[in-house]
């Protein structure tokens, strides 16, 4: 079986350890196509080739990099004339041009195509965004929904075709372990409690309402390192400076995705409050399953798939509710014992649901069950 895999996601090199776990199954031929880079808000994110075992990493030329609607690329039927691909899966979503050339150069050669989606609000796109997207929805073969709430997305905007819910990643159990921090959960250690988060530096994490919330534990000895980049970390190191706090915060420049694990390491609790705005909400969270598979406690706001993946293993709170956070942050670092078993049940719930191998596994029966249909 041969599986030609479209992906600009794949240029983070923890993301590749999936195309490890698809290829180990043995039955695949597999090729992924990339990009030598992605560009958005926090800057260019360079290829990585960390987990490339098994599968071939073909990359290719980009147009327009950065552009999440018009990006393409321009040689991908030459590659499908040299793989010649039983099935096509394009990791992109139906309304951007990438996967409608993508999708009209593998229909012309008559091969099927599947593609993904993380959108989980109603938007309706103007022409000719939105006719590409009708031409994708009528002739994909299968719709790969990153949560729930995208798949009833994909029908109110019309879409009838065969449809599952995977989510586009998992993590890889090598990567993300159990830590000393874990094992300091459980201890007499009066050290600071250390929080974190990681990712993007935007309004809509709602990291603002994370300082504030921090600020009110005052008497209480805690740390918080946030890594990554963004438009709002001015903005932010500004609030925490008025907060007082700015001693107790650093900001960190992102690390490599295939040294994540270290950060965890060094945190206790991972907080991901993020907002629901007109135009987005949490599609996943894949720092949450980082964290949790590190033995790290999560707490995360309720903006869309977030509580989904937490589960039970890790605390909730309302959007926007300040109050909430910061009791739910206080609760955490007081209760020990607390953290040590919402930490196991994080690993626990990750082994379960998102693994890159349970994900890959998924995939795969996907991919048999399209093509023993198309051949029936």
Known sequence: MKILYLSKALVVGAYQTKMEALAANGTLSLVAAVPPSWKDERGESRLERAHTEGYTLSVLPIFFNGSFHTHFYPTIGRLLDEIRPDLFHIDEEAYNFATFHAAWEAHRRKIPFLFFTWQNLLRHYPPPFRWMEQWVFNHAVHAIAGNEDAQQVLRQKGYLGATSVIPQFGVDLRLFEMGQRLERTASQDTSP??????????????????????AGLQGLPWRCEMRGSGPAQAALEARAQALGIQAQVAFLPPLPSTEMGRFYREIDVFVLPSLTRSNWKEQFGRVLIEAMASGVVVVGSDSGEIPHVIGEAGLVVPESNIEALQGALRLLMLDAPLRQRLAHAGRRRVISHFTQSAIARHTHQLYEEILCGQQA
């Open 193 to 214: 409690i250390v929080f974190g988060y990681a990712g993007r530096f935007v309004e809509e994490k709602g990291l603002h309402l994370l300082l504030d919330a921090l």
